[in-house]
């Protein structure tokens, strides 16, 4: 049973940094695409990035690029989301999230792609 575990959230000033942690188990992750996603209150929940575990590709959204940085440790099967000059605007609820199968190609943007979900992570940002 694949289980997702996210840490790292928290409430930090605004230009700020915070890296946050997925811990992953129940299945050999090499061959699964992860992504983070967030939601903020009132708003439909949406990707901040996602990665191709087989070959490391990375996609982002536009509002975050060259801000954050998705990563993965897979002798630890664990994902990374390090987020640099933080803004208001990133608070959020942050979600972990696997899709198996995506092996060699870039991972999926749809949130519907992805079939398995941590409990999320709070992350606040004060102007």
Not at 86 to 110: I, M, Q
Request: proline share 4%.
């Amino acid at each position: 049973q694949v289980q997702l575990v996210e840490s790292g959230g928290e409430l930090v000033q605004a230009g700020g940094s915070l890296r946050l942690s997925c811990a992953a188990s129940g299945s050999t992750f090499s061959t699964y695409a992860m992504g983070w996603f967030r939601q903020a209150p009132g708003k439909e929940r949406e990707l901040v990035a996602a990665i191709s575990r087989s070959i490391g590709t990375t996609v982002y959204a536009d509002s975050v690029k060259g801000r954050f940085t998705i990563s993965g440790d897979n002798a630890k099967n664990t994902v990374y989301l390090q987020m640099d000059s933080l803004k208001p605007e990133d608070t959020a609820v942050y979600y972990c999230a696997a899709v198996r199968g995506f092996v060699l190609r870039p991972p999926p943007r749809d949130i519907g792609e992805y079939d398995y979900w941590g409990q999320g992570t709070q992350v606040t940002i004060s102007s």
